[in-house]
Structures are given as structure tokens and as C-alpha cells.
């Protein structure tokens, strides 16, 4: 168990629905990564927020955002969702001197 | 931009067997890390290493930090069966916001 905790698990959804994927990072880390995985894919690093604050961005669409709250937990927001969309959402939280990276167990979206 | 590339993309071999692969870059990083991921899972870190020439060992797992920071190898002792899933390699960007890159995993498959 990482300590990052992610829900929901399972989220089946229409093209053209909104979801919201929530994460809680480990205790004490303050930074949060979010990553897209498609089926048989590597790992797609969306965003990434530090204490509240946005960090660095990768190829996030428009279609997405993300906000990290003062409890440290964050939330990705998907958007006017498409096919292409469906794909594992994994987040991650890091901290610690070398600013290791620990992953939760993801949110798997089918969009239908 | 930055990438890692991974090799062998897939490897099938007897349970017992040691197992060899690699993370090559045309960049220089400062730390690598080396990630496992079971199906339907988030990826679990399983090493991290922080200077160059650094051999680091995990139970059976040892990895070893490139000379030239360009490079980093994984070795599995004496596989068994659970070692099985897709082995990835992951470093920061040098820009100071540690973005991670991933590599493309090599996945493994072992046959008791």
C-alpha cells in the first residue's frame, strides 16, 4: 500500500459527461501528479500541483483540469469526454528529498 | 524532448532465470528510478538511485546508475512467477519542477 488513496475505482461514463477524479496524496507529501495510461501504453504525465499551486504541466488537453485543495488532496476534471478518453488515471504524490514518486492504485474510465 | 527508451520491450523467460534490461537516454539525469506494475495496478517504486555509478539492491532486484548519467540497468535474480508484469524506468526532468519521464517498460512474462 502506497498511501495514496484514489477514487473512484471504476467509472463508466458517456461521451459528452463531466467526471471527477479525486486523490488523496500520502501523509506529509504536498506535491500530486497526475498521469494518463492508455491501454498497453506507457505512462502520459498530465499535471502536477505543489502545495496548492500548479507546477508543471504535460499534454493536458483543454478539455481537462485539475485543482490541488488546502488539505492537499486534488481533484482531475474531465470534460466533453470522448472514446479516446477511456484509459487508466493514475495519481502520484512525492516529497521527500529526492522527490520519489508514489502512485495510487487508479481510476479506470471507459467512456461508451 | 527528452525520452527514455527501454529494452527489450518484452521478455518470456523460465522460472530460475536471471533477467537483464536496460533504460537509455540521449539526456543526462540526476536520478533514475525503477518502477514495476502489475495489470489493472499503479506502478510500486522498487529502486531509486541518485549518483552515477550507483549500485543499489533490492532483495533479487539490483540496479545500477549509468556512468555517463545517461543510462540505468535493472537485474532480477532467480525469477519466480509474481515477478511478472511491466518493469518501467522513470527519471526527472532537469528543468527543476520534477516532471518524471517514463520509459515505454519492458514487459516480462515467466514461464514456471
Known amino acids: 500500500d502506497s498511501g495514496v488513496t484514489q477514487t473512484p475505482k471504476h467509472l463508466i461514463t458517456a461521451t459528452g459527461q463531466r467526471v471527477t477524479l479525486r486523490c488523496s496524496p500520502r501523509?506529509?507529501?504536498?506535491?500530486v501528479y497526475w498521469y494518463q495510461q492508455s491501454l498497453d501504453q506507457g505512462l502520459q504525465f498530465l499535471i502536477q500541483?505543489?502545495?496548492?499551486?500548479?507546477?508543471a504541466k504535460g499534454n493536458i488537453l483543454e478539455r481537462f483540469s485539475a485543482q490541488q485543495f488546502p488539505d492537499l488532496h486534488s481533484e482531475l476534471n474531465l470534460s466533453s469526454l470522448e472514446l479516446g478518453d477511456s484509459a487508466l488515471y493514475f495519481c502520484?504524490?512525492?516529497?521527500?528529498?529526492?522527490?520519489?514518486?508514489?502512485f495510487g492504485p487508479g481510476t479506470r474510465l471507459t467512456v461508451l | 524532448g527528452q525520452q527514455l527508451n527501454q529494452s527489450p520491450q518484452s521478455m518470456f523467460i523460465q522460472e530460475g532465470e536471471d533477467v537483464s534490461m536496460n533504460c537509455t537516454s540521449s539526456?543526462?539525469?540526476?536520478?533514475w528510478l525503477w518502477y514495476k506494475q502489475e495489470p489493472g495496478e499503479g506502478p510500486v517504486l522498487l529502486i531509486a538511485?541518485?549518483?552515477?555509478?550507483e549500485l543499489t539492491s533490492n532483495g533479487r532486484l539490483t540496479a545500477q546508475f549509468g556512468i555517463t548519467r545517461k543510462d540505468s540497468f535493472l537485474n532480477i535474480s532467480a525469477s519466480i512467477p509474481s515477478d511478472v508484469g511491466i518493469y518501467f524506468c522513470?527519471?526527472?526532468?532537469?528543468?527543476?519542477?520534477?516532471?518524471?519521464?517514463f520509459g515505454t517498460g519492458t514487459r516480462l512474462k515467466v514461464l514456471a
Open positions: 502520484a504524490s512525492g516529497g521527500g528529498t529526492y522527490n520519489e514518486q508514489f
Open positions: 501523509s506529509g507529501d504536498l506535491s
Open positions: 500541483y505543489y502545495n496548492g499551486e500548479e507546477r
Open positions: 539526456s543526462i539525469f540526476n536520478t
Open positions: 538511485l541518485y549518483k552515477a555509478g
Open positions: 522513470a527519471a526527472p526532468t532537469t528543468s527543476g519542477t520534477y516532471k518524471y519521464i
